[in-house]
């Protein structure tokens, strides 16, 4: 599985970071998580706001930092 928290480092791109991390440590996944800060990777992915997760290629949130019932939701669809 690849997660990739997208943004250019502001309080909230780092918090969705956290949650992301956290997440996938309660789930015990084998994925890799990465942190995308570059502007041109991130208008790459077709996101316009951030912060913004991905996983496995799908924006599955933009523009806001979502509780983590939701986050385990989004990655979950993707096992």
């Known amino acids: 599985m690849d997660i990739k928290v997208l ?3 502001c ?3 780092n918090e969705l ?4 991390t956290e997440i ?6 084998e994925a890799d998580v990465k942190k995308v800060e570059d502007l041109r990777d991130i208008l790459a ?6 912060p ?3 996983v496995n ?4 949130a933009s523009g806001k930092v979502p509780d983590k019932k939701a ?3 989004y990655i979950e669809e993707e096992l």
């Open 24 to 29: 996938n440590g309660e789930l015990n996944l």
């Open 7 to 9: 943004g250019t480092g």
């Open 17 to 20: 970071y956290k949650r992301v």
């Open 71 to 73: 986050l385990k939701k």
């Open 11 to 13: 309080a909230k791109c």
């Open 57 to 60: 290629g799908k924006v599955k």
């Open 52 to 54: 913004a997760l991905v």
């Open 45 to 50: 992915a077709g996101v316009m706001n951030t």
